[in-house]
């Protein structure tokens, strides 16, 4: 079945060629329900299934945010409602808010994936606790997991991090040392580095739905699960050699901060 899903909040402003700057817009009332009828629009549908708001603008009143939510979704335009990106104290307000108004958080997307972990902590554990159903983003930390870069060579124009200079600062000794681990167990295993990924969120993460961003169907139909037997050896030689190296505290730590444009 098609699951149709729209967000509100972050866009992108051109500011050079192929170069664009994203910001958060301001949380009007108005705006986010003329987002709404946009995407309906635009979709030709008559109810989305997922209305998200990607970040927040911490000038709003949140009753007054939820509140008008809370009548747009009487309104029968969406069906579900959603959160991106916001950090434990930003989710536990809404959350708090949500209930007094006999309104629910539906879904939670966070940034998530096994070189940037910080989110399983405190994040995931709300999740978890209020029954939100989640969505790890950056699964694959923005390209990085796929280990295109080299020591002492050009970045590849195709790379996100050719374009990215956020990108571009994580490529560090210390991800060449990841990188070299990470090969290494794949190696040992006979096993893709992309199913790893992927298992290790949906099945020791307890993540219930991941933001692929392939551009067809047949990248999808690619991707295994991995054996049981084999995430878990897998998973315990990456862990025992990230921290013999000192760097399973570092990937704990990332991103630095839970929503990085």
């Known amino acids: 079945d098609l699951y149709i899903a729209t967000k509100f909040g972050l866009s992108r402003k051109l500011i050079g060629k192929n170069k664009y700057k994203l ?8 705006k986010i329900e ?23 603008d911490n000038t709003i009143d ?18 579900n409602f959603g959160v991106c990106n916001f950090n434990p104290s930003q989710l ?26 910080r989110s399983k902590f405190k994040l995931l554990e709300i999740c978890k606790n209020e029954k939100i159903f989640t969505i790890a983003n950056r699964s694959l930390a923005r390209g990085l997991l796929y280990f295109p870069y080299n020591k002492n060579e050009e970045i590849p124009s195709y790379s996100r991090a050719f374009r990215s200079k956020k990108v571009k600062s994580l490529i560090n000794s210390d991800y ?4 070299k681990i990470m090969e290494n167990m794949t190696k040992k295993f006979n096993i893709n580095l992309i199913d790893f990924a992927y298992t290790w969120l949906i099945k020791t993460q307890d993540i219930n739905s991941v933001l692929l961003g392939y551009s067809n169907t047949s990248q999808v139909k690619k991707i295994k699960i991995l ?15 990230l921290k ?18």
Not at 23 to 30: S, T
Not at 34 to 56: A, M, P, V, W
Not at 63 to 77: A, P, R, T, V, W
Request: glycine share 2%; net charge positive; proline share 1%.
């Open 244 to 261: 013999k190296h000192k760097l399973l505290d570092g990937i704990c730590m990332k991103p630095k901060k839970y929503f990085e444009r």
């Open 92 to 117: 536990k307000k809404i959350i708090k808010v949500s209930k007094e108004l006999n309104f629910k958080i539906d879904s939670c997307q966070l940034h998530l994936n096994f070189i940037e972990q």
């Open 23 to 30: 910001f958060l817009e301001k949380f009007n009332l108005n």
């Open 62 to 79: 949140y009753h007054n945010l939820i509140f008008k939510l809370k009548k747009i979704k009487e309104k029968g335009k969406f069906e």
């Open 227 to 241: 054996n049981k037997n084999v995430m878990r050896e897998s998973l315990n030689y990456c862990n025992y050699n």
């Open 176 to 179: 060449f040392k990841i990188k």
């Open 34 to 56: 003329n987002s709404i009828n946009k995407s309906l629009k635009n979709l030709n549908r008559e109810k989305i299934d997922l209305f998200q708001l990607h970040g927040i």
